[in-house]
Nanobody, 124 residues
Framework: QVHVVESGGGLVQTGASLKLSCVAS????????IAWFRQGPSKGREIVAA????????YYTNSVKGRFTISRDNAKNTVYLQMNSLKPGDTAVYFC?????????????????WGQGTQVTVTS
């Protein structure tokens, strides 16, 4: 059974930075795709960034390119999301998701293990 735990959310002002962490266990972490999704108020769940452990490829949704960076420490079974220049539009619950293989999917239903989410609130 895969266990996923996120941490690092908080309340910040526009322009600030936050670093989210996701620890996943129960699967071969180094070869697995890990993604960050977010769900804002009255919105669907959207992918933010993803990292393929097997290929080293990364994916970012357009709205966060140049501001967010996904990285991973396979020795610690941890994926990070460094978020810089935060905007009110980034306000959401951020979820870490673990995929069943190494391909980077962009839809939530392609991931089979999820964390409980961590709240990020950006004030203007």
């Amino acid at each position: 059974q895969v266990h996923v735990v996120e941490s690092g959310g908080g309340l910040v002002q526009t322009g600030a930075s936050l670093k989210l962490s996701c620890v996943a266990s129960g699967r071969t972490f180094s070869s697995t795709t890990i993604a960050w999704f977010r769900q804002g108020p009255s919105k669907g769940r959207e992918i933010v960034a993803a990292s393929s452990g097997s290929t080293g490829s990364t994916y970012y949704t357009n709205s966060v390119k140049g501001r967010f960076t996904i990285s991973r420490d396979n020795a610690k079974n941890t994926v990070y999301l460094q978020m810089n220049s935060l905007k009110p539009g980034d306000t959401a619950v951020y979820f870490c998701a673990v995929g069943p293989g190494s391909f980077i999917w962009t839809t939530p239903d392609s991931y089979d293990a999820w964390g409980q989410g961590t709240q990020v609130t950006v004030t203007s």
